[in-house]
């Protein structure tokens, strides 16, 4: 019943209407009103955390407030070279999630284009997918030693598996109409999978890279945890020796810092790549 | 009871099939468009016994000549035209185009389905250009054909949309406007109005009945919609349920083969459809 509506235009109507005035006040009213109370929230949290634990007697190396994790933040920024540490990790999170990306992406296409090789190997892929591969990093120190190939190497096996998985799905759903209507144009397997496969697994790719981007920072943080000297992981184990919470928190903010970064450039990709899909609402 | 329709003044002219094989045939001398000689396909499947999808199927088309076929669903049409695209092969017998045998995917057919297979990351150009991007053609040529179909299709205004911009109807002629691009000696349709609402569908079909009719293409079109059927086309082919054999064949003869609407309004016409819903026992049969 819902092409109903599309009877009543059979002319040339696109599906787009133009907004009338009431929505498009309601929307001006509710795009301010969103972020406003977004923001209200964050305050109150704040506040919270400010003065709700020294009310309830919680002694500040437990949890500490706002204005100790602030200067917790500028003594680490002066005396701990915070900066280093800060550059170190979101550069290995970059090059992790961009080296475990082409990875993923590679042998995804690679394994859509080839069924028996997909059908040979589906159950290792499964097996590693399932396998906590941060549990790999003490064993890559092992061999590799403390440098930065086993926090590297850890982000890579992190974020090339959700995009490997999402590629071959996509490879394997395609639309069969889509790729035999490119057969029947006498077009090569090689302009199918240009013209068609690879574009069409551009959402599936992007939801894989969205998924990587936060993965990433995991991977490094994991590998910087278990044997590191640099990095934003390792300023985590120091704090914690020192039994200094604050600069245990300020490092895990500036760690979901860097994870948002990451995903925002994914997101900002997306929205360029993707704008032939309807929008949705939000 | 068919004899009735069948009468003096029959509106069509009827030819149970044994008997129009022991005949030959009066069509033109010319090589037909498209022809199928015998043609059987059977699917393998994990019985023994391989699935007979479609038996012996024989019938030509001439060049410019507007060819349905219809039957009750799964009697084998989509199979037809997969054979004739070259993306499927018959088991026996032989499918030509223009006399030569089809090996393969060949430049001579263009298909369209139900779904537009519209890409949605291209501008509804750049989707008329797609079929013609495997061509040995210069961009500057095939920007201009394209440009010429989607004008033929009266889609020029919406050229830089993209396909979730358009309604189904217009999606439709954008498909149509990238079938007819490669310029190919024979269409085939294959139930392009079903997934439309009833009055889309309507113009819809007159849209195609006259880019159709001002292109002189050779058609096919598969449909189970026995007015659809009656209203476009010059003759058309019954098969039978599974497997697909052709029953009975009904040349037309009828008028305003560029516009649907008109031929449904005639008394001939409604006659037509009453014989074929006939012939095809749905009176008497169960869903
Ligand atoms: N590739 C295939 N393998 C096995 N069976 C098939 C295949 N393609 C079609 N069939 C079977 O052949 C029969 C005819 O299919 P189809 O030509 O799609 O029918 P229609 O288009 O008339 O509805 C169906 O029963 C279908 O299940
Ligand atoms: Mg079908």
Known sequence: ?282 | MNAAVSQSASPVELKPRPEAQAVPEPQTKATPALSFDGVTKRFANRTATPFTAVEGLSFDIAPGEFVSIVGPSGCGKSTVLNMTAGLDRPTEGRVALNGEAVTGPNVHVGFMLQKDLLLPWRSILRNVEFGLEARPIGKAERRERALRELARCRLQDFAHHYPFQLSGGMRQRAALARTLAIQPDVVLLDEPFSALDAQTKLLLQRSFARTIHASGVTTLLITHDLSEAVAMSDRILVMSERPGRIVEEMDLDLPHRDDPIARQALPRAREAIAHLFQSLHLAEREA
């Open chain 1, 1 to 282: 019943m819902t092409s109903s509506k599309a009877a009543a235009h059979p002319g040339p109507v696109p599906v787009v209407a133009p907004p009338g005035t009431e929505t498009v006040r309601l929307a001006w009213a509710s795009s301010l009103a969103l972020p406003a109370a977004t923001l209200l929230v964050a305050v109150l949290v704040l506040v919270a955390w400010q003065y709700l634990p020294p009310a309830l007697g919680v002694p500040r190396f437990i949890i500490p407030t706002m204005t100790d994790m602030a200067a917790e933040m500028g003594r680490m920024w002066r005396q701990e070279d915070l900066l280093t540490h800060l550059l170190s990790t979101a550069s290995m999170a970059a090059i992790g999630f961009v080296a475990g990306g082409i990875l993923g992406a590679g042998c995804g296409y690679a394994l859509g284009l080839s069924p028996l090789w997909e059908k040979v190997l589906s159950p290792y892929i499964l097996a590693l997918q399932i396998a906590p591969k941060v549990a790999f990093a003490p064993l890559f120190i092992m061999w590799f030693g403390y440098n930065a190939w086993p926090k590297l190497i850890v982000t890579v096996l992190v974020v090339f598996f959700p995009i490997l998985v999402n590629v071959l799905q996509s490879m394997k759903t395609t639309d069969r109409d889509l790729v035999n209507l490119a057969r029947a144009y006498s077009m090569t397997r090689a302009q199918i999978f240009w013209k068609v496969l690879f574009p069409a697994s551009m959402p599936n790719l992007l939801a894989g890279l969205r998924i990587g981007a936060t993965l990433a920072v995991i991977g490094v943080t994991v590998g910087e945890l278990v044997g590191g000297s640099i990095g934003l992981g390792y300023l985590i184990t120091y704090g914690e020796g020192q039994a200094n919470t604050a600069m245990v928190f300020d490092a895990i903010v500036l760690l979901t810092v860097i994870g948002i970064a990451l995903y925002w450039m994914v997101a900002a990709a997306e929205a360029r790549i993707l704008h032939y899909l309807p929008k949705v609402a939000g």
